[in-house]
Each structure stands twice: as C-alpha cells, then as structure tokens.
C-alpha cells in the first residue's frame, strides 16, 4: 500500500472530547489518556486548548514534553495571543502543531462582525504568525460545511499560502451526508491552487448519526487525516469515533484500501480508561467497544457461532483488544495468576499498581465466589482510595424496606478524623447521601447519578458514576462495589475529592474561554 493511500489520525479526545459539558478530566488523568494514544499508534494528539485555563496550558505543555511518538497539537483562536500562549505549550514536543481557526461561515461570522475582506487578511495575518513559531500549522475554516463555496476556497487558499500545511474541513454542527462530505473535499483539492501540496484534514460531528459515514466518505474525496475521539467523546452527539473508523479501514479494506498507523489491539484498554475518566459509560450497543459488540446471546446466534464463528462475526475480538478466554479466578487464585490475566486482558500494571489491584482483588474474591474478567478489569478501572483524599469511607450501615424512609449511619474519616451522622431519606442512596452532606455539608448539584452491574448475578459488582458540580467546577466519581449502596457512597465521595483539589487549585480545569466565543 502506497503511502498515498495511509490516513492519519488525529485523536481530540483531550480536546474536543475533553470539552464536552461533564467530560472534565484531572490533569493526571489527561498525562494517562495521552500515553495511551501516543502508544496506540495515533499520528496526532490534540493535547487542548492552552488559552483556555491554567490546567489546560500545563496538561499540553506535559504532555508534548512526554510524548514519544505523536505530534502534540494545541488549539487556538485566530489572535495572536491564543496562537503565542499555544505555541509556548507545544515548544516542547519534538514535533509540536498549532492548530488555529476561525469560523467561517455566515453565521459564525457574525460574531465577531467581520466582513469577508476583514476575516480574510486575520486569516492571513495569524497563519502567518502561527507559521513563523512553529514548522507545522494546520488551519480550519469552522462550520466549513454551511460556509459558501466560493468564500471557503478563497480562505483556504489564503491559509495555504500563508503556509499552513493541513487543512481541517470541520463539519462543526454534524450537517453533512456522506456524498456531499466526499464531493466537498475533491472539488477543493481540484479547486484550490496549492491543495495539492497540503493534507486534507476531515473533522465531523455526529448529530445526525453520520459522523463515521462522513468521515470515511471524506476519505474516498481525497482527505487523508481524520480527526476523531475515543467512543466518540465529544459535545452534543459527539465526534467521530476513533475505534470505529479504525475499524472500518481494517474490516473493509477490500473497499476501502486506506491504512492507519493504529494498534487495534489497544482500542478496549483506552475505550474503558476514557469512559471510566470522563464519567461517560459506554452504550451497550456501541459499535466495536460496546459491552453487546461481540455477544451473541440468541439461541440461533449462539448455534452459528459454534459451528463456524464467521457466521455473525466480521472482526474478531481480538482485534480490538479483548481477551478470547473468560476463567474466572477466585479467592485461592495468587498475584501471579492475577498477572497473568491482567496481561492477557491487554493491561501492562507496575508491582505497585499490582499490589494495591491485587488487595482489592482478594477483597472482592472473599466476597464473590467466581472473579470475571470484567470484574477485574472494574478493578484496573477503578481505584481505591488514596492518601490524598481528605475523605473517606469508614462504615456505611443503611436500614430499609417497605412503609418508612431509610435510615443510614455513616462513618466518614475526614482529614484523619471520624466522624458519624445518621440521616433519613427517600431510599439507602438518598439517605446516605444526605448523611455524606451531614458530615460535609458542600452545594454540589448531583448532575449524573448511573449504576451499571458489571457482570450477571446477584452477587456481580455494580460501577456507580457520581458528577458533581459546584461554582462552575465539575467532578465525577467512580466506584465499584457488590454492594450497590456502597458503591453509591464511595463514587460519591470520590466527585467530592475531586472538587475539594480542584478549588484547591484556583482556575485549574474551570474553561473560562470556550471555543464557540468570538474568535
Ligand atoms: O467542530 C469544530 O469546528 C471544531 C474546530 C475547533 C475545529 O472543533
Ligand atoms: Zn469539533
């Protein structure tokens, strides 16, 4: 396969999926996802948008000093102070990209009131500052796909000249279909003087439920970068899932002979770890990475698959990382054996992250006659407790049943201190939850409260995802427990941590600008 035909991936999971309203990760937990990506094999990493906060400058300025293989791209508005404060973020990759924009079409050029003429020579004059601070700018024309036809060539050709090398077509409010997606971008490389000399970049989100579609269509028209997001992360409907149009150019490549840098195998890993940091479960049904994706549960399904598994299966799970073998361990099971499995899941832990998994382990084996694979990897997901958390669950006792509210008897250690409350409520989690704000009264609005059981039977473990938000700030918690309630508590306990650091921490994480403000 000629090099023509290799499409770069550009994740935005830091970025535009990060951005999503809820989807706020710690910077610690940006560092992780970045490592991941850059080991999976993604070209292009856009670490965030450096203007925006403290914590968004320092999450990109680390990671494009971390980075081993990824070009470490920073977001900015088409003004010089954005595109200087990005600059600074990216100087330390070895191969750092600003990416700057400005929208384009009418609509989007009402904001900041700019005639065409006007908007034309910004674009000229912040390509060429991007351009003069770093070899590799990639520019976009936002809301490309309702930008009039002329009006677009006419700025891309601008941003060519002025010397950018990568050209976004962002379909910004998830519009496009996918024939106008791939005519679109061949008629602007056959259109545009100098398209010839830069890459096609395609950026889609999903409103419509076409981002995928649009992306690879785009791809077929000429582009050869796709930009996209771990489960589609990403505001509203989301972006172009990554996993899905990786998986597309694999499967399909009788149809569609593109090749991507990608290490399918590391797509579950990284799919888990974003929707367990960013607090946003994955549908059971999504494609490639959903829990259903490669279960064949009905009768007539379940007889194709033993007799000749190509029967209802185009990929094998394998593929994307997940383990063919599902024996469980138990409590005789030792921290070799939980190795071993970790490895076989696709999970590379340190003897320090084995140690404190392998405690949480034999907690869960004494309380749970067989530990599945999705039990342990809950565990590898989501941890304990740690130093630094000024709160802590000692006891949680909760009397309910019918005709009366419930009544829970907490004890919480704070900041090395325990501390008791007894409080009513309507259920075991309302009660609790209200002996939590008892003890440590906060003015968090509960945005997301979700139970998911990881595997079958009454004894399975049951993840809860907590978001909190105060003053602008949001927080969500994870935790895992056979005991709902308790699971309940601690994800609760969890968000509140994350708040307490965060307004320990003045400004950091909080988007003061967002990227839909006048450029
Ligand atoms: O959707 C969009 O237009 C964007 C731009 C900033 C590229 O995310
Ligand atoms: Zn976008």
């Not at 081993?68 to 990005?86: E, F, M, P, T, Y």
């Not at 392998?358 to 067989?370: I, S």
């Not at 000692?394 to 004890?411: D, F, N």
Request: hydrophobic letters at 40%; proline letters at 3%.
């Amino acid at each position: 396969m000629s090099d023509k035909n290799r499409v770069l991936i550009f994740d935005t999971t830091l970025r535009d999926g990060e951005q999503s309203p809820g989807a706020t990760m710690t910077h610690d937990e940006k560092l992780e996802i970045a490592e991941m990506l850059d080991e999976m094999g993604v070209d292009i990493i856009e670490a965030g948008f450096p203007i925006a906060s403290e914590g968004d400058f320092r999450a990109v300025s680390e990671i494009a000093t971390r980075s081993k293989q990824s070009v470490i791209c920073g977001l900015a508005r088409a003004n010089i102070k954005d595109i200087d404060r990005c600059a600074e973020a990216v100087r330390n990759s070895e191969r750092p990209r600003i990416h700057t924009f400005i929208g384009t079409s009418p609509l989007h050029r009402a904001i900041p009131n700019l005639t065409m003429d006007e908007m034309a020579d910004k674009i000229h004059e912040t390509v060429t500052h991007a351009r003069n601070l770093v070899d590799n700018v990639q520019w976009s024309p936002m809301d490309a796909t309702r930008t009039e036809w002329d009006y677009l060539c006419r700025v891309i050709e601008i941003a060519i000249k002025a010397g950018a090398s990568t050209i976004n077509i962002p379909d910004t409010v998830g519009y496009t279909a996918p024939m106008e997606s791939a005519d679109l971008i061949k008629r602007l490389i056959e259109t545009v003087p100098g398209a010839d000399d830069v890459i096609f970049a395609t950026h889609c989100h999903n409103d419509l439920g076409m981002a995928t579609a649009n992306s690879l269509a785009a791809v077929a028209g000429g582009a050869r970068q796709i930009e996209c997001t771990i489960n589609g992360l990403g505001e509203r409907a989301g972006n172009t899932a990554l996993e899905e149009v990786v998986m597309a150019l694999k499967i399909r490549n009788d149809i569609m002979p593109f090749s991507t840098g990608i290490d399918t195998k590391k797509i579950m890993a990284i799919s888990r770890r974003v929707a367990t940091v960013s607090g946003f479960a994955v549908q059971f049904n999504k494609a490639i990475v959903g829990k259903n994706a490669f279960a064949h549960e009905s009768g007539i399904h379940q007889d194709g698959m033993l007799k000749n598994k190509e029967t209802f299966e185009i990929m094998r799970p394998e593929d994307v990382g997940l383990s063919g073998t599902s024996l469980p361990l138990g409590k005789h099971s030792g921290r070799a054996a939980l190795r071993d499995k970790l490895e076989q899941l696709g999970f590379e832990v340190g003897d320090n992250q084995l140690k404190d998994i392998f405690v949480r382990f034999k907690d869960l084996a004494d309380r749970k006659k067989e530990v599945f694979d999705d039990d342990i990897i809950a565990l590898t997901h989501i941890g304990g407790d740690t130093e630094d958390d000024q709160l802590k669950l000692v006891t949680l006792r909760v009397a309910c049943g019918t005709g009366g509210p419930a009544e829970a008897t907490l004890v919480l250690d704070i900041d090395g201190k325990e501390h008791t409350a007894i409080e009513r409520g309507d259920g075991p989690v309302d009660a609790s939850f209200k002996a939590i704000r008892a003890l440590h009264p906060n003015t968090a609005n509960l945005q997301l409260y979700q139970v998911n059981a990881v595997t079958e039977g009454t004894d399975a473990q049951a993840t809860v995802s907590v978001r909190l938000e105060e003053d602008g700030n949001i927080a969500t918690g994870q935790s895992a427990d056979t005991d709902t309630v308790v699971a309940s508590a601690k994800a609760y306990l969890h968000a509140l941590n994350r708040l307490l650091v965060r307004r320990g921490r003045t400004g950091e994480d909080t988007k003061e600008i967002r990227y839909t403000d006048a450029n």
